[in-house]
Nanobody, 119 residues
Framework: QVQLVDSGGGLVQPGGSLRLSCTAS????????LAWVRQAPGKGLEWVSF????????TYVDSVKGRFTISRDNAKNTLHLQMDSLKLEDTAVYYC????????????WGKGTLVTVSS
């Protein structure tokens, strides 16, 4: 029943911007922390950003700090990742994810949206 639909990926030049979105359903959205995770070509999964249930606490992996901004709109059941000053190494499939109840692990994933940064 839980569903996460991520979108917004595409092709962008280095230094450009993209805004990813995730629409959720099937659970009480405002009660759960969320995160964005990515997988670059030929590499493993990498946690990118976390946001708590109310949206007041956010964290980022060092490589994206100052460039990416995670946000959520609990009234609309949506999660976003604003990506600015994109670099070649940001190329990856990005997944929105939901934490399990009382857990530090994700139990639901979107299908992923591809971000390609290329000159």
């Amino acid at each position: 029943q839980v569903q996460l639909v991520d979108s917004g990926g595409g092709l962008v030049q280095p230094g450009g911007s993209l805004r990813l979105s995730c629409t959720a359903s099937g659970f009480t959205f405002s009660s759960y922390p969320l995160a964005w995770v990515r997988q670059a070509p030929g590499k493993g999964l990498e946690w990118v950003s976390f946001i708590n249930s109310g949206g007041g606490t956010t964290t980022y992996v060092d490589s994206v700090k100052g460039r990416f901004t995670i946000s959520r709109d609990n009234a609309k059941n949506t999660l976003h990742l604003q990506m600015d000053s994109l670099k070649l190494e940001d190329t990856a499939v990005y997944y929105c994810t939901k934490f399990g109840y009382g857990s530090r692990s994700m139990d639901s994933w979107g299908k992923g949206t591809l971000v390609t940064v290329s000159s």
